[in-house]
């Protein structure tokens, strides 16, 4: 389990984030990229609620949400907040 603070996606836009990538291996790259896909898929079909940990420079922090969309270097929560994909570290479905 990874140690990370709950946070409101409405709370979201007020972190700061570096450019920095969270996950090193590519493996890990692809796995996050493939499950943010099936998130979305999951968000927009099903309207199903999702884990997402991620880091910011305040700490790591866990939102449950809808993802709506993502692409090459964001994903879109409902309610238009965008995470950067190089900030997640891990994708959890529930």
């Excluded at 709950?6 to 990229?33: A, H, M, Q, T």
Aim: hydrophobic letters at 40%.
């Amino acid at each position: 389990m990874i140690n990370s603070n709950p946070i409101e996606k409405e709370n979201i836009n007020k972190l700061s984030f570096v450019d920095i990538d969270v996950i090193e291996d590519v493996d890990g790259k692809i796995s996050r990229y493939s499950n943010l896909k099936r998130a979305a898929i999951l968000g927009n079909i099903h309207k199903r609620k999702i884990k997402i940990f991620f880091k910011s420079s305040e700490g790591v922090f866990k939102v449950e949400t809808t993802v709506w969309s993502r692409n090459e270097k964001y994903v879109t929560l409902k309610g238009g907040v965008s995470i950067p994909i190089s900030s997640i570290v891990k994708v959890s479905f529930f």
